[in-house]
């Protein structure tokens, strides 16, 4: 499976933050917001990633990132020159896609909670056609919301309804077979003149071949799309990690774990972070993984 990053956009609701740099390069507490989306891909083993954004940020996301090798994956960029929707991301990284599944995450989206990666990897096994990942909110009107059936079957799917038919709202993280390139390819342009994500997912349900996955209890999603939500998935990130003594979206480690990089590898980017806090983690994390 390859996997895209969508990092696109102005950011016009965090300015003046966003003046210069991308939304998804702001921190979120010890380390830029793109490292929560791209753990997510990791946990999931795909290793073969395209990060789009805007043509005026692409080089600050290779300045930090680079191709990928350090973490054993393979990183490419393309521009998305206006925010035409989301599914736009499926005509841009077709020649990436080629003829693989993929899946598409959102990059202003965190995810945390338990079995996350067990449950990524189950979905991507069993992939025929789609699969969304809802999570229960108070407030369903506001979001695209889904309803399923005992088995995890989509039943409907309704942008911001005024009779919401559940309270799981459709996060930002996606998982499609090939079939994507060409159903987005037959999209029309929204009245606000985007191709919507909304749409694709619509085109599945109409063939029998969507699914949902609910993100339960004690589960964390946060979009980073305003001022407040910036701080509030940094204070969370904090808590657990101060509390907890691990790291969330730690990109070393997960590569580590993964069996993406050696222990010898993680102690090398660990050094190349300096005397951080976060650089000292990887080091000790690195330390334990050396064989006895």
């Not at 895209?4 to 390069?25: D, E, F």
């Not at 909110?137 to 695209?144: A, E």
Request: aromatic letters at 8%; a negative charge.
């Amino acid at each position: 499976m390859k996997g895209i990053i969508l990092a696109g956009g102005s950011g016009t609701r965090l300015r003046p933050l966003t003046g210069v740099v991308s939304k998804q390069l702001l921190p979120v507490y010890d380390k830029p917001m793109i490292y929560y989306p791209l753990s997510v891909l990791m946990l999931a083993g795909i290793r073969d990633i395209q990060i789009i954004s805007t043509k005026t940020h692409l080089d600050m996301f290779r300045a930090l990132l680079g191709d990928g090798a350090q973490f054993g994956l393979r990183l490419t960029y393309a521009a998305q020159e206006e925010p035409r929707g989301i599914a736009e991301a499926f005509l841009i990284g077709e020649e990436h896609i080629a003829d693989s599944p993929v899946a598409l995450i959102l990059g202003d989206n965190v995810f945390h909670g338990p079995g996350f990666s067990s449950l990524i990897a189950s979905c991507v096994a069993r992939l025929d056609g789609c699969e969304l990942f809802g999570y229960p909110v108070k407030d369903p009107q506001r979001y695209g919301v889904g309803e399923v059936d005992a088995e995890g079957r989509l039943l409907s799917l309704v942008e911001k309804p005024a009779r919401p038919r559940s309270n799981l709202a459709v996060t930002g993280l996606y998982l499609y077979d090939n079939d994507v390139v060409d159903i987005a390819r037959r999209l029309t342009p929204s009245a606000r003149g985007e191709l919507e994500i909304t749409d694709v997912n619509l085109a599945y349900l109409a063939q029998g071949r969507a699914r949902l996955s609910e993100l339960g209890r004690g589960f964390a999603w946060l979009d980073m799309g305003t001022h407040d939500s910036l701080l509030q998935a940094s204070q969370y990130v904090q808590l657990l990690e101060q509390r907890q003594g691990e790291r969330i979206a730690c990109l070393e480690e997960i590569a580590l774990r993964m069996g993406f990089i050696t222990h010898q590898q993680c102690l090398e980017l660990g050094s190349e972070l300096g005397s951080s806090g976060y650089g000292d983690y990887v080091r000790e994390l690195a330390g334990r993984a050396v064989p006895a």
